[in-house]
């Protein structure tokens, strides 16, 4: 008789139950599927059941199984990351899985976007970090990660599907597939990932699904999904009314059958049930209290609370020493919750190593086995951070030195995957590589709102040199835009260096272009002015092409300030007809601080500190108080970063954005600028 895993069903110690098949079924191999052989064996009675919905076993398993390790399937459980574009709905129909899962109670007061619980992604309304949660549905416990859909924030994408076994690929019904959809979703077929079509928003007046779904059908051939894949139902989904259906003429009235197409089509975990255990760290987390805490998918065996264990890198071959669990929790809707045991198949979360890293694989000392981490993708953008050396250095932060910005950004390399931290010739700058301007945006805000005070460089794209060819990172950029505005999107476009790939719609139209990453910068403001704020853009990191040329900035010059002073309103009423300005009256300004863009493309010097001379005339004119600023344009992080030019700086304080000139003084600035044109 040889020991063989069978299905597990239901909760408690009846899942680990081991199934005896006679030897003579499995001689000349175990039986595939499909087979008479196999047949008989997955129907085979036994004192424990039948063998139904046994899975074939692949040759390393069937060589262990010789070994006499057992295998098991954990059909109690499922593990799903929902994946799609950004703003396609993700967050919100996870809210209406936790209230449909019974994570809250009757009558309970909940909040929308409940899993965005940062103060940036409240406040913007977008996933940066990808969450863990889980719910209950008749029986099985289905634990949910939901992921970010902005294409700077895929590194986090990447990373946590190596937890799951299944994903939920979300699709607008009105916008359809998008960039970040194509990626997520070869990101997913590359691992295997059984893969289950939801179409959201279906209640959107302008909802266009049965388009939707040809325009899915074409994305998964182009990729070369299998056809397991494409015969897969499609659900039909209104996140906003917690409402799914597998037919639109037949209304859903709940999310029953997203649930149950879950248990139905995504595969439940299978490992080695008993063994030495381990677990592949996916995700960092950290608490006051017991500090760092690595999230992962158990992969063979049982943890338990109080075990030793070590965690080694594959990558690296560096090996701990032996370290206590001293905490182990499992997911339970919004809370992490103790567990005495863990076993293979769920996801855990365990504390007790302060050097504990995503990728690292913590497992029994008994076996030190390092399991492959998911390949993430090689930033294409870099910035350099420096020690902030204005006039007005140290008057606001609380980290300003070298020693405290080369630490914070240390520590985040512990949880950002996407990110690289390089050396410079200089201490006192750190050159920062990332998958876009949103990604290292998102990382000036946080260190800005922690405290720290530093200055860095406009963005530059990462150039490669490919068989002996400089090539530069080029994106896939698609615009929804009003018929109205297609001309001078393309006309844009055109201009830096992008080729227009494909175009639909009529009233609204959908333009696909391949552009330099480089092209991208600054754009968006444009963008936002030649559709009046109707258009919609989003791009992707598609690949490397050789270098496409020179591509245009900025077309206009920066107001500079000449002294340094506080601004007034009469020094600011001369200057606005220069341009636009970006400060108001009553603020401290310094030579060389920018204060303004000029209308005209060269910088233009203007005194916003002059004061009216006062004199014994009487002002019959009241000209003074008709002295009023036009507009005042203050500018967001974001926009900041695509105005700065190569030799501008921007000034980041907890309080304050300034931008300035990397020499202050305007005759050194002159002096520089006919050296380097000579």
């Given at each position: 008789?040889?020991?063989?895993?069978?299905?597990?069903?239901?909760?408690?110690?009846?899942?680990?139950?081991?199934?005896?098949?006679?030897?003579?079924?499995?001689?000349?191999?175990?039986?595939?599927?499909?087979?008479?052989?196999?047949?008989?064996?997955?129907?085979?009675?036994?004192?424990?059941?039948?063998?139904?919905?046994?899975?074939?076993?692949?040759?390393?398993?069937?060589?262990?199984?010789?070994?006499?390790?057992?295998?098991?399937?954990?059909?109690?459980?499922?593990?799903?990351?929902?994946?799609?574009?950004?703003?396609?709905?993700?967050?919100?129909?996870?809210?209406?899985?936790?209230?449909?899962?019974?994570?809250?109670?009757?009558?309970?007061?909940?909040?929308?976007?409940?899993?965005?619980?940062?103060?940036?992604?409240?406040?913007?309304?977008?996933?940066?970090?990808?969450?863990?949660?889980?719910?209950?549905?008749?029986?099985?416990?289905?634990?949910?990660?939901?992921?970010?859909?902005?294409?700077?924030?895929?590194?986090?994408?990447?990373?946590?599907?190596?937890?799951?076994?299944?994903?939920?690929?979300?699709?607008?019904?009105?916008?359809?597939?998008?960039?970040?959809?194509?990626?997520?979703?070869?990101?997913?077929?590359?691992?295997?990932?059984?893969?289950?079509?939801?179409?959201?928003?279906?209640?959107?007046?302008?909802?266009?699904?049965?388009?939707?779904?040809?325009?899915?059908?074409?994305?998964?051939?182009?990729?070369?999904?299998?056809?397991?894949?494409?015969?897969?139902?499609?659900?039909?989904?209104?996140?906003?009314?917690?409402?799914?259906?597998?037919?639109?003429?037949?209304?859903?009235?709940?999310?029953?059958?997203?649930?149950?197409?879950?248990?139905?089509?995504?595969?439940?975990?299978?490992?080695?049930?008993?063994?030495?255990?381990?677990?592949?760290?996916?995700?960092?987390?950290?608490?006051?209290?017991?500090?760092?805490?690595?999230?992962?998918?158990?992969?063979?065996?049982?943890?338990?609370?109080?075990?030793?264990?070590?965690?080694?890198?594959?990558?690296?071959?560096?090996?701990?020493?032996?370290?206590?669990?001293?905490?182990?929790?499992?997911?339970?809707?919004?809370?992490?919750?103790?567990?005495?045991?863990?076993?293979?198949?769920?996801?855990?979360?365990?504390?007790?190593?302060?050097?504990?890293?995503?990728?690292?694989?913590?497992?029994?000392?008994?076996?030190?086995?390092?399991?492959?981490?998911?390949?993430?993708?090689?930033?294409?953008?870099?910035?350099?951070?420096?020690?902030?050396?204005?006039?007005?250095?140290?008057?606001?932060?609380?980290?300003?030195?070298?020693?405290?910005?080369?630490?914070?950004?240390?520590?985040?390399?512990?949880?950002?995957?996407?990110?690289?931290?390089?050396?410079?010739?200089?201490?006192?700058?750190?050159?920062?590589?990332?998958?876009?301007?949103?990604?290292?945006?998102?990382?000036?805000?946080?260190?800005?709102?922690?405290?720290?005070?530093?200055?860095?460089?406009?963005?530059?794209?990462?150039?490669?040199?490919?068989?002996?060819?400089?090539?530069?990172?080029?994106?896939?950029?698609?615009?929804?835009?009003?018929?109205?505005?297609?001309?001078?999107?393309?006309?844009?476009?055109?201009?830096?260096?992008?080729?227009?790939?494909?175009?639909?719609?009529?009233?609204?139209?959908?333009?696909?272009?391949?552009?330099?990453?480089?092209?991208?910068?600054?754009?968006?403001?444009?963008?936002?002015?030649?559709?009046?704020?109707?258009?919609?853009?989003?791009?992707?990191?598609?690949?490397?092409?050789?270098?496409?040329?020179?591509?245009?900035?900025?077309?206009?010059?920066?107001?500079?300030?000449?002294?340094?002073?506080?601004?007034?309103?009469?020094?600011?009423?001369?200057?606005?007809?220069?341009?636009?300005?970006?400060?108001?009256?009553?603020?401290?300004?310094?030579?060389?601080?920018?204060?303004?863009?000029?209308?005209?493309?060269?910088?233009?010097v203007v005194n916003v500190c002059k004061q009216k001379h006062v004199t014994n005339m009487r002002n019959a004119s009241a000209s003074e108080d008709a002295m009023r600023l036009i507009s005042v344009h203050p500018l967001s992080l974001e926009e900041c970063l695509e105005f700065i030019d190569d030799d501008e700086l921007l000034e980041i304080t907890p309080k304050n954005l300034r931008m300035r000139k990397r020499i202050l003084d305007a005759n050194l600035r002159s002096r520089a600028n006919r050296q380097s044109n000579s």
């Amino acid at each position: 008789m040889v020991r063989f895993p069978g299905s597990l069903r239901g909760r408690g110690p009846s899942h680990r139950r081991l199934l005896r098949v006679p030897a003579r079924l499995l001689r000349g191999g175990i039986p595939q599927c499909g087979s008479p052989s196999a047949s008989r064996a997955l129907t085979y009675p036994t004192q424990t059941g039948f063998l139904r919905g046994m899975r074939p076993l692949s040759g390393v398993q069937r060589q262990s199984l010789w070994e006499g390790v057992v295998f098991m399937i954990r059909e109690d459980i499922r593990n799903i990351a929902i994946i799609a574009h950004v703003d396609h709905g993700k967050t919100t129909l996870v809210d209406q899985m936790l209230k449909q899962g019974g994570v809250y109670h009757e009558n309970q007061q909940t909040v929308d976007r409940v899993m965005d619980s940062g103060d940036i992604e409240r406040e913007r309304g977008i996933t940066i970090l990808a969450k863990n949660t889980a719910v209950h549905y008749q029986g099985h416990k289905i634990n949910i990660v939901d992921t970010p859909g902005h294409a700077d924030f895929g590194g986090e994408v990447e990373r946590v599907l190596k937890m799951v076994d299944g994903v939920l690929l979300l699709v607008d019904s009105f916008e359809g597939p998008m960039p970040q959809t194509r990626f997520v979703l070869k990101k997913a077929l590359e691992l295997k990932l059984k893969v289950l079509i939801v179409i959201n928003k279906i209640d959107r007046p302008d909802a266009r699904c049965d388009e939707v779904v040809n325009e899915i059908l074409d994305l998964l051939i182009d990729l070369d999904a299998d056809e397991a894949t494409l015969d897969n139902p499609i659900l039909y989904v209104s996140a906003r009314k917690g409402t799914a259906t597998l037919d639109l003429e037949a209304p859903g009235e709940n999310l029953r059958p997203l649930f149950d197409a879950i248990l139905q089509y995504i595969p439940a975990p299978e490992g080695e049930a008993e063994g030495p255990a381990q677990v592949l760290i996916s995700t960092i987390d950290y608490s006051e209290y017991v500090g760092r805490i690595g999230v992962g998918r158990i992969t063979r065996g049982t943890f338990r609370e109080g075990m030793s264990v070590v965690h080694t890198n594959l990558e690296t071959g560096v090996t701990s020493s032996q370290w206590r669990l001293s905490g182990l929790y499992q997911y339970d809707g919004l809370k992490r919750t103790p567990a005495k045991d863990v076993s293979m198949g769920d996801i855990v979360a365990l504390s007790g190593a302060e050097d504990l890293s995503i990728g690292d694989t913590v497992c029994d000392p008994a076996r030190v086995e390092g399991l492959p981490f998911v390949k993430i993708s090689e930033p294409t953008v870099t910035m350099t951070f420096q020690v902030n050396d204005s006039p007005f250095a140290g008057r606001e932060g609380q980290y300003v030195t070298s020693r405290h910005l080369r630490a914070r950004l240390m520590r985040e390399l512990q949880t950002d995957v996407s990110l690289r931290v390089n050396d410079t010739n200089s201490t006192d700058a750190f050159e920062v590589c990332g998958r876009g301007e949103l990604h290292l945006s998102i990382l000036i805000e946080n260190m800005r709102r922690q405290g720290y005070e530093f200055a860095v460089s406009k963005p530059q794209v990462i150039y490669k040199e490919i068989d002996g060819v400089k090539c530069e990172p080029v994106e896939r950029l698609v615009v929804d835009t009003p018929q109205a505005s297609a001309g001078a999107v393309i006309e844009k476009i055109g201009r830096r260096r992008g080729v227009l790939e494909h175009m639909s719609g009529l009233d609204r139209v959908r333009l696909e272009f391949l552009v330099p990453s480089r092209g991208l910068f600054g754009y968006r403001s444009e963008f936002m002015t030649d559709t009046r704020g109707e258009g919609i853009m989003s791009s992707v990191f598609e690949r490397y092409e050789p270098l496409k040329g020179d591509i245009p900035h900025r077309n206009v010059g920066a107001l500079v300030c000449h002294e340094t002073g506080t601004s007034s309103s009469y020094g600011l009423f001369y200057a606005q007809e220069r341009g636009t300005l970006f400060i108001g009256a009553g603020q401290e300004v310094y030579m060389g601080m920018i204060c303004g863009q000029n209308a005209r493309p060269d910088d233009l010097v203007v005194n916003v500190c002059k004061q009216k001379h006062v004199t014994n005339m009487r002002n019959a004119s009241a000209s003074e108080d008709a002295m009023r600023l036009i507009s005042v344009h203050p500018l967001s992080l974001e926009e900041c970063l695509e105005f700065i030019d190569d030799d501008e700086l921007l000034e980041i304080t907890p309080k304050n954005l300034r931008m300035r000139k990397r020499i202050l003084d305007a005759n050194l600035r002159s002096r520089a600028n006919r050296q380097s044109n000579s």
